[in-house]
């Protein structure tokens, strides 16, 4: 069974910059999909980027694009994501998940992720 543990979150200005951290535990990550999502106030759970463990490609959610990175480091068996130039409208609860099927890092479907991180929140004050 695969656990996640997110880290990184807090209180940014508008225009700061964050990186979250998700530690991936309960089996070595030698292929698979992670990613990140988030989930603003009041509103449904949305996906924000996702990578392909072994191959290392990238996806991302077009408000995000050239803002924010996804990463990996395979030797701690962790991934990042690194936020930059951060809007109000960024504020939300970030979740990291990850899947064993490497595939589905293409896809940015909730659904298709099976093991889930707690969340973390990332505030934005404008």
């Known amino acids: 069974q695969v656990q996640l543990a997110e880290s990184g979150g807090g209180l940014v200005q508008a225009g700061g910059s964050l990186r979250l951290s998700c530690a991936l535990s309960?089996?070595?990550?030698?292929?698979?999909?992670v990613a990140w999502f988030r989930q603003p106030p009041g509103k449904g759970r949305e996906f924000v980027a996702s990578?392909?463990?072994?191959?290392?490609?990238?996806f991302y959610q077009g408000s995000v694009k050239g803002r924010f990175t996804i990463s990996r480091n395979p030797s701690e068996n962790t991934f990042y994501l690194q936020m930059n130039s951060l809007k109000p409208e960024d504020a939300a609860v970030y979740y990291c998940?990850?899947?064993?099927?490497?595939?589905?890092?293409?896809?940015?479907?909730?659904?298709?992720?099976?093991?889930w991180g707690q969340g973390t929140q990332v505030t934005v004050s404008s």
């Open positions: 998940a990850a899947d064993p099927e490497e595939y589905v890092w293409e896809f940015g479907e909730r659904r298709l992720f099976h093991h």
């Open positions: 309960g089996r070595t990550f030698s292929t698979g999909a």
């Open positions: 990578l392909a463990w072994s191959a290392g490609s990238t």
